[in-house]
């Protein structure tokens, strides 16, 4: 079983920075992307990035240009960088690795942005 631990998120102010970690328990073959998600109370889990194995990063367009994910193999990590961050990036994220037959979650972590 493989286990996905997320860190680095807390509160932070409006235009501030965050770095999210998300850890594989071991090496996991197969992974076709690595993903992040965020979801608000009341509303459904929505993509936020993914990066492929290519290394190819998409955005969804609210954060495009403030949001960065990239990937460490040789730690089993991916992260996602997350600049002047808003009111609304207010959310639980999760980290998923998804590939054929295989579909892990973290299990969340909260970003809060607030003055």
């Known amino acids: 079983q493989v286990q996905l631990v997320e860190s680095g998120g807390g509160l932070v102010q409006p235009g501030g920075s965050l770095r999210l970690s998300c850890a594989a328990s071991?090496?996991?073959?197969?992974?076709?992307?690595m993903e992040w998600y965020r979801r608000v109370p009341g509303k459904r889990r929505d993509v936020v990035a993914v990066?492929?194995?290519?290394?190819?990063?998409t955005y969804v367009d609210s954060v495009m240009g403030r949001f960065t994910v990239t990937r460490d193999d040789a730690k089993n990590t991916m992260y996602l960088q997350m600049n002047s961050l808003k009111f609304e990036d207010t959310a639980v994220y999760y980290c998923?690795?998804?590939?054929?037959?295989?579909?892990?979650w973290g299990e969340g972590i909260q970003v809060t942005v607030s003055s």
């Open positions: 998923r690795l998804n590939g054929v037959g295989i579909d892990y």
């Open positions: 071991r090496r996991i073959l197969g992974v076709n992307t």
């Open positions: 990066l492929s194995e290519s290394g190819i990063a």
